[in-house]
């Protein structure tokens, strides 16, 4: 009934084990060589976000997390092209949890935009590049 696939088959397989090399990480990183793109913790969040003059794309991610791993590079490369208009704070949820429940974050990824400490836009999911196009310039407009 299930081929070569049966469930014997599946209990018998020995379990996957991969060892880390020491200094290695083995999950994504989210680490950006952009002067404009940073890491907000729930410490640096009010200050680096909330009290920037500019404005600030909040970017609320895990790494476990397969359309967060394809938006982030994308909306990289939006603020880097935006000049230095605007720029943009990665949230890990998983390590800043206090965060994503200050935003009611339920789904990720889930980005926000803030101008003088107010949320100007935001939306949750993968959006066409079309779509976040429109979005980093609706934010980067802001500051005129």
Request: hydrophobic share 45%; proline share 5%; with cysteine.
């Amino acid at each position: 009934m299930f081929g070569r696939f049966a469930p014997s088959a599946v209990r018998r397989a020995a379990p996957l084990l991969i060892r880390q090399p020491q200094g290695v990480l083995l999950s994504r990183s989210f680490a950006s060589s952009s002067k404009n793109v940073f890491d907000a913790t729930n410490s640096t969040f009010d200050s680096l976000v909330l009290k920037s003059d500019k404005p600030v794309i909040v970017d609320l991610h895990a790494a476990w997390c397969g359309p967060c791993r394809v938006l982030g590079p994308k909306l990289e490369k939006l603020v880097d092209a935006a000049d230095g208009a605007i720029s943009m704070a990665k949230v890990d949820v998983d390590k800043e949890d206090q965060i994503a429940a200050d935003h009611n974050v339920s789904s990720i990824p889930a980005v926000f935009a803030y101008h003088k400490g107010k949320v100007i836009g935001n939306f949750t999911g993968m959006s066409s590049d079309a779509d976040l196009t429109r979005f980093v310039e609706m934010v980067k407009s802001s500051a005129k």
